[in-house]
């Protein structure tokens, strides 16, 4: 069992990870844009976070370089809408475990998870 951070402006998608995820036994946190996420992480001890990158206030790179510099282990998985993130240099420069698209398929997201927190 993990402790997991889904980080998503979309309520929806929190909801849909929050369901899948605790169906396999984690417990999950969630946030609705980076600063909330940046509070969140600055309290608590995650084994994994889900990030979103376009989002409010401070958005997923943003909140990835922030937490890096506090907890440059901590595994993220970032599930996003924009197309062409596999390649982006900055999101491999700041050690993400993986790039999902959205939609993501749920397969897939445990299967990373799964992966991610072995590692």
């Known amino acids: 069992m993990a402790k997991i951070l889904v980080v998503d402006d979309e ?3 929190r909801r849909l990870f929050r369901d899948e995820l605790e169906e396999e036994g984690h417990v999950i946190e969630q946030a609705g844009d980076g ?3 940046l509070a969140l992480v600055s309290r608590e001890d995650f084994d994994l976070v889900l990030l979103d990158l376009r989002m409010p206030e401070v958005n997923g790179l943003e909140f990835l ?6 907890h440059p ?11 062409g993130m596999e390649s982006d240099y900055d999101l491999w420069a700041s050690q ?3 790039i999902l698209n959205k939609p993501v398929d749920l397969e897939v997201l445990r ?4 992966k991610a927190l072995a590692d």
């Open 11 to 13: 309520p929806n998608i």
């Open 111 to 114: 299967s990373e998870v799964h």
């Open 35 to 37: 600063a909330e996420a």
């Open 73 to 83: 282990n901590l595994p993220v998985i970032v599930c996003t809408a924009v197309r």
């Open 96 to 98: 993400v475990f993986a």
């Open 65 to 70: 370089q922030q937490v890096r510099k506090r």
